[in-house]
C-alpha cells in the first residue's frame, strides 16, 4: 500500500498528554520535528487532543493541535489553555479525551514510587477505556506491569514503557523487535545516573553533600536525592527488566536493596586509586527456576564490563544463549533521551496500527 | 488471532540453504533449538526443502525436512543427499526449490569481495522468482544493496543481511525497528576482529607472522588473513552500514581505505605503552551533503569510547540527533553469533507474513 492511500485511510494519531514537567516539554518540539517524517513513514501526523496537569488544568481541544503547528517560541500549554475546554480532574480528562477522538495516553505524571500512585490509576483508566497507554513513569510499570498488560491485551489497546529504563535506548523494544528468541540469561548493569555522578564526584575530592548540591544543580538527581543514592530508582528499573527480559514475576520488594549511603568517602576514594571505583550495580539472573534480583555497590576491576561508564553514562550487559554477551551504553543522557523513547514507543503503536 | 488459528492459516516456512559451511553447520542447530519456539511465537516452524553446497551438490527434499527433526549426530547434508533430489547447479537448486514450495533462500556461499559473485547472481535469481533472501555474504549487499532492495520490493519479497556487520547483534534491525526517526549523524566502529586480534598480540609481544598464524589457528582470521588486515573486511561492513544508516549510496570503492600492513611492531607497541593502542576504525558522517567513510588505523585514548573492544570485541558508537550518543558492543563473537542474525533474519521474515 502506498503512503498517499494509507494516509487517507487512517484517522488520525491523537495523543492526550497527561502531565507536564521536563519530558512532556521535550517531547512536543521532537513531536514537531518528526511530524513529517510520520506522515511520510507511518502514513499519520501527531495530533495533540489534550495536556492535562495537576496545577494548572486538564484542557482538551475538540479539534486538536497538529504537533507540527505548535508554536515554538510560546509555551504550548497556553494554547490549550485559550482554546481548550478546561475538565475537573484526571480522570475527566481522560473520558473527554477519549469522547473527541484520542487513542493514546500519553502518560508523564510525576513519580510515588512506592506505589505507583496515582499515575498507575490513570493508566488503569485509559487501558480501560480502549485508549492506547505509553509511560516514562517506572512506579506503575514496576508496580503492576503485567495486570496492566494483560489489560491492554482485553482491550486490543498497547501499553509501552521503553523510557523507563535508560530512556529512550531500546532495551524493551530490543528484546521484543530485535532479539527474538535470543535468550536473555542474565544482565547487569549501571541504571541510575545519580549515583554513578556522585560516586565520581566524591571521589574527584568532592563532599558527599557538595556531589549531591551539583547533581541537583545538573539536573540529574532529584528534589530528594536519596531515593537514587538508596537505589530505589535503580530497583525499581531492574524490577521491569527482570519482568520483561527474564520473564519475572518481581514485585520491587523483591528486589534485594543497598544503596550507597553507607559508603564512607574514604571507602570510595580508596577503591577509585586502587583502579576498582565502586558504582551501584543492578543485576538479575536466574539459579535453579529462581528469579534472583538485586541492586548494590560493587566495585568494577580494570576489565569489568560496566568500566565504560564514566559520569552520568548507562551501560547494561546482557549475557545471552545465542549471542553470548551483548553491551549497550547511553552516553550522558539527558532528558532529550526520554522524550525520545516515548516517542519510539509512539512509532511502534502507529506501525502496529497501519499494518 | 490466536496461535493455533494463526498456524494452521499458514503453509510453513520452507527454507533453501545455499552454502554449507560454518554459518550453515551453525545454524541448523539452532533452528532446531528454535522450532517449537518459532511455532508459538510465529505459528510456523521453519522446514529445510534443500541443501546446495557447490562441492557436494545441491539436494532438493521435496516434501522437506522440520528443522527439529534434523539428526544430532549426524551431518544433516547426509540426510539430504540420501533421501533428495539432486539438482545441478545454484540456479537449478533455488528453481526446484521455489517449485517445492520454498519461500526463502539462505545465501551463505562463499566471498568473492571483489564483485559479491557468484553470490550476488544467486540472489538476484532467487528474488526475481520471489522468494525472500537473507544473506550473511558482505559482498553482494556492499556492492548491490540498492538495487537488491528495489528488486525485493518490486517481487514483493523481503531481502535481510543482519549478520553482514556485528553479526546478529541488531545494527540494521536496530535502525529499522527500534530506532525510528533517530537521526543518525555518524558511527564510529571496531568492525574487523582479526585485526583488533593481530593488533593486540603484537602489542602483548608476538611477531606479525606469529599473530596472524595464531588467529588462524582460532579460526578468526581467514585463509587469506590479508583481505581482513588490508581493511577489505571493514570496507564491506563500513559501505553497508553507511548505506543502510545514513542513506549513503556508496561502493565499497568510495571508502578510503587504509589496512595495517605498514604499520611496523615497534609502532604498534610503543602506542599500546602509552595508552593509546592503535585499531582499525571504522567510521562514516556526512559533511555539506557529502558521506564520508573510511577505514584506517588510529589510536584510542584513555577515553575514546571504543576502548572497551579488547580481543575481538566488536564496538560501534553512534552519533544521533534524537538519542546523543549511543554504544553498541559484541563481546569475543563466533560462529554461533551469526547463525543468530541470520535466523533473527528470519523471524522478522516470518513475523511480516504473520500480520
Known amino acids: 500500500m502506498n503512503k498517499t492511500s494509507l494516509s487517507a485511510l487512517l484517522p488520525p494519531a491523537r495523543l492526550l498528554l497527561l502531565g507536564y514537567g521536563h519530558v512532556a516539554?521535550?517531547?512536543?518540539?521532537?513531536?514537531?520535528?518528526?511530524?513529517?517524517w510520520s506522515g511520510d513513514q507511518l502514513g499519520v501526523r501527531p495530533v495533540i487532543s489534550g495536556i492535562g496537569t495537576r496545577r494548572r488544568g486538564f484542557?482538551?481541544?475538540?479539534?486538536?493541535?497538529?504537533?507540527?503547528l505548535l508554536e515554538r517560541d510560546v509555551d504550548p500549554l497556553y494554547g490549550f489553555i485559550k482554546a481548550g475546554t478546561p475538565v475537573d480532574n484526571a480522570e475527566a480528562f481522560i473520558e473527554a479525551g477519549k469522547a473527541v477522538g484520542a487513542t493514546t495516553l500519553i502518560e508523564l505524571t510525576t513519580l510515588n514510587p512506592h506505589n505507583g500512585q496515582p499515575a498507575l490509576k490513570y493508566i488503569r483508566s485509559a487501558l480501560q477505556s480502549g485508549l492506547n497507554v505509553i509511560t516514562a513513569n517506572k512506579g506503575p510499570v514496576a508496580h503492576a506491569q503485567h495486570e496492566l498488560q494483560a489489560l491492554a491485551r482485553r482491550q486490543n489497546a498497547q501499553f509501552r514503557f521503553e523510557s523507563t529504563v535508560m530512556d529512550g535506548l531500546p532495551l524493551i523494544n530490543l528484546a521484543q523487535f530485535t532479539l527474538p528468541g535470543v535468550g536473555i540469561r542474565s544482565f547487569r548493569a549501571l541504571l541510575n545516573t545519580t549515583s554513578s555522578l556522585v560516586l565520581s564526584m566524591?571521589?574527584?575530592?568532592?563532599?558527599?553533600?557538595?556531589?549531591?548540591?551539583?547533581?541537583?544543580e545538573l539536573g540529574i538527581a532529584e528534589a530528594d536525592p536519596w531515593y537514587d543514592l538508596d537505589g530505589w530508582?535503580?530497583?525499581?528499573?531492574?524490577?521491569?527488566?527482570?519482568?520483561?527480559?527474564?520473564?519475572?514475576?518481581?514485585?520491587?520488594r523483591m528486589v534485594r536493596r543497598e544503596g550507597i549511603r553507607d559508603l564512607s568517602p574514604d571507602e570510595i576514594r580508596t577503591a577509585a586509586l586502587a583502579d576498582s571505583p565502586i558504582?551501584?550495580?543492578?543485576?538479575?539472573h536466574r539459579k535453579h527456576d529462581l528469579l534472583i534480583a538485586e541492586v548494590r555497590?560493587?566495585?568494577?576491576?580494570?576489565?569489568?564490563?560496566?568500566?565504560?561508564?564514566?559520569?552520568?553514562?548507562?551501560?547494561?550487559?546482557?549475557?545471552?544463549e545465542a549471542m553470548g554477551t551483548?553491551?549497550?551504553?547511553?552516553?550522558?543522557?539527558?532528558?532529550?533521551?526520554?522524550?525520545?523513547?516515548v516517542f519510539s514507543d509512539l512509532v511502534t503503536?502507529?506501525?502496529q496500527r497501519a499494518m
Request: charged share 25%; hydrophobic share 40%; aromatic share 2%.
Open 279 to 284: 558504582r551501584l550495580i543492578s543485576q538479575a
Open 326 to 341: 551483548i553491551s549497550l551504553v547511553e552516553h550522558e543522557p539527558t532528558v532529550k533521551q526520554t522524550a525520545y523513547g
Open 25 to 36: 516539554r521535550a517531547l512536543l518540539p521532537l513531536l514537531a520535528s518528526r511530524s513529517e
Open 59 to 68: 484542557h482538551i481541544h475538540a479539534q486538536g493541535v497538529e504537533a507540527s
Open 297 to 320: 555497590p560493587g566495585k568494577l576491576s580494570k576489565d569489568d564490563l560496566l568500566r565504560v561508564g564514566k559520569g552520568t553514562t548507562s551501560v547494561i550487559s546482557f549475557e545471552t
Open 202 to 216: 566524591i571521589e574527584q575530592g568532592y563532599t558527599r553533600e557538595d556531589a549531591i548540591a551539583r547533581a541537583k
Open 349 to 351: 503503536i502507529l506501525k
Open 233 to 252: 530508582d535503580a530497583v525499581m528499573k531492574t524490577t521491569i527488566l527482570a519482568n520483561t527480559l527474564l520473564e519475572g514475576q518481581l514485585s520491587p
